[in-house]
């Protein structure tokens, strides 16, 4: 009899299971305050100029590297 209540257990569904887990991972994370956020996002907008900026004169040095080869 033991056995057969263990069998109809009825098992979780697996989009019921990731939400649940979801839930309880995002209850562990250490949420940044607004100025934390505020701050990271500047920074991360400030990176983002600057590597532009360093992607496009190596491209342009590229580009006038290889007009000087061909032509």
Same mark, same amino acid.
């Not at 309880?24 to 991360?44: F, H």
């Given at each position: 009899?033991?056995?057969?209540?263990?069998?109809? &257990? &009825?098992?979780?569904?697996?989009?019921? /299971?990731?939400? /649940?887990?979801?839930?309880?991972?995002? /209850? &562990?994370?250490?949420?940044?305050?607004?100025?934390?956020?505020?701050?990271?996002?500047?920074?991360?907008?400030?990176?983002?100029?600057?590597?532009?900026?360093?992607?496009?004169?190596?491209?342009?040095?590229?580009?006038?590297?290889?007009?000087?080869?061909?032509?």
């Amino acid at each position: 009899m033991a056995e057969k209540a263990k069998k109809v &257990k &009825k098992q979780e569904n697996a989009i019921q /299971r990731y939400f /649940r887990e979801t839930t309880g991972e995002l /209850r &562990k994370v250490s949420w940044p305050t607004w100025p934390e956020a505020r701050r990271l996002t500047l920074l991360v907008l400030l990176v983002m100029v600057v590597v532009g900026l360093f992607l496009a004169g190596v491209d342009a040095l590229a580009a006038e590297l290889l007009n000087l080869i061909l032509i």
